[in-house]
């Protein structure tokens, strides 16, 4: 958690982005926002599409992945292993994430689905985000 902290006061929404603004029912009003963070890749679909060029750039994140933690501890014989932790780590979190399409849409952003997947899918699954809500 402390990790969690140092990323989020140096600017960096590990797991989720808080902040202030405009309401989208009543835009005079500014209200707080948190959003959902976390992802290495740009968006949940390149952990949960399985298509071949997917793939291929699941893999090239990988040895990036890979190529970064050899740098910083190369003297690592886990690399493989801790990578495969990480990527899992991630799309456990893009399984609970929400789409592009409602990310976007100001109707689910203010919907009951978007606050359930918060409180409800988010604490369930993988117990990633639950200590968010509890």
């Given at each position: ?35 959902q963070g ?36 190369p ?48 604490s ?11």
């Amino acid at each position: 958690m402390s990790q969690t902290g140092f990323l989020h006061h140096n600017g960096i929404p590990a797991f989720f982005d808080f902040g202030v603004g405009a309401d989208f029912k009543r835009p005079e009003y500014n209200i707080a926002e948190l959003d959902q963070g976390g992802l290495g890749l740009p968006d949940r679909d390149y952990y949960l599409n399985t298509d071949g060029d997917t793939l291929e750039i699941q893999d090239a994140y990988k040895l990036l992945m890979e190529t970064l933690l050899a740098q910083v501890e190369p003297a690592s014989t886990d690399l493989h292993q801790r990578v495969a932790a990480v990527f899992r780590f991630e799309k456990g979190l893009a399984e609970v994430s929400l789409s592009r399409t409602a990310v976007t849409s100001r109707i689910s952003i203010t919907s009951t689905r978007a606050r359930y997947v918060l409180t409800s899918d988010a604490s369930v699954a993988h117990g990633i985000v639950g200590w968010l809500v509890g």
